[in-house]
């Protein structure tokens, strides 16, 4: 499972889908692009990679915040036994 925990300005995200077998699942990836799309956006100031699955944002601008936690609350909506959102406000 991906376990998203979002702070105020913190998010963590850890672990893996296990929706589907490596290279086929479509959970792991959604995330997984977001995230990078972040990084991006971020232009990877802010990325600390805790070990392997587990990654550490800091996001403190709110709009990017607010859509990926949008984004990820419908990922977990769709796919509940693969992502738990922990929103922490």
Do not use: W
Not at 57 to 83: G, H, M, N
């Amino acid at each position: 499972m991906i376990t998203v925990r979002i702070e105020e300005s913190d998010v963590y995200i850890k672990g893996h889908a296990g929706y589907a077998p490596h290279g086929q699942d479509i959970v792991c990836a959604s995330v997984s692009a977001v995230m990078y799309f972040m990084c991006e956006v971020l232009h990877y100031d802010a990325v600390k990679v805790m070990e392997k699955g587990n990654v550490h944002l800091k996001v403190c601008r709110a709009d990017i915040r607010d859509a990926f936690r949008r984004f990820i609350s419908d990922v977990e909506r769709q796919y509940p036994d693969y992502v738990k959102l922990e929103d922490v406000r």
